[in-house]
């Protein structure tokens, strides 16, 4: 599957974002999926993921209450609505699909990524 994640952009504190992230190729339904960012100097990072039929959804408590994770499996896309952006919300936001068993949590249990789109929160 690939996968295309566009939305990023320069945003006040505060403020709002919705990622998306298109996915082609293969049979979208059967991946779970799932966004991790990574900042300038510091490790890839889990933020959010929604399983196949969209039942179950996990956020990273720093993301909790203030993302939203969606999917819509005629489109293709998911997405993830992120509102009251703080400054360290600022990283590379990368989609990923897994069809395998594991975690959504981890990043080993995604074996296809998309390009990473940036997301800068200003003051």
């Known amino acids: 599957v690939q996968l295309q994640a566009s939305g990023g952009g320069l945003v006040q504190a505060g403020g709002s974002l919705r990622l998306s992230c298109a996915a082609s190729?293969?049979?979208?339904?059967?991946?779970?999926m799932g966004w991790f960012r990574q900042a300038p100097g510091k490790e890839r990072e889990f933020v959010s993921a929604i399983s196949r039929n969209a039942t179950t959804t996990y956020y990273t408590d720093a993301v909790r209450g203030r993302f939203t994770i969606s999917r819509d499996n005629v489109k293709n896309t998911v997405y993830l609505q992120m509102n009251s952006l703080k400054l360290e919300d600022t990283a590379v936001y990368y989609c990923?699909?897994?069809?395998?068993?594991?975690?959504?949590?981890?990043?080993?249990?995604?074996?296809?990524w998309g390009q990473g789109t940036q997301v800068t929160v200003s003051s």
């Open positions: 990923a699909a897994g069809d395998t068993w594991g975690i959504l949590t981890a990043i080993k249990t995604y074996g296809y």
């Open positions: 190729g293969r049979t979208f339904s059967n991946y779970n």
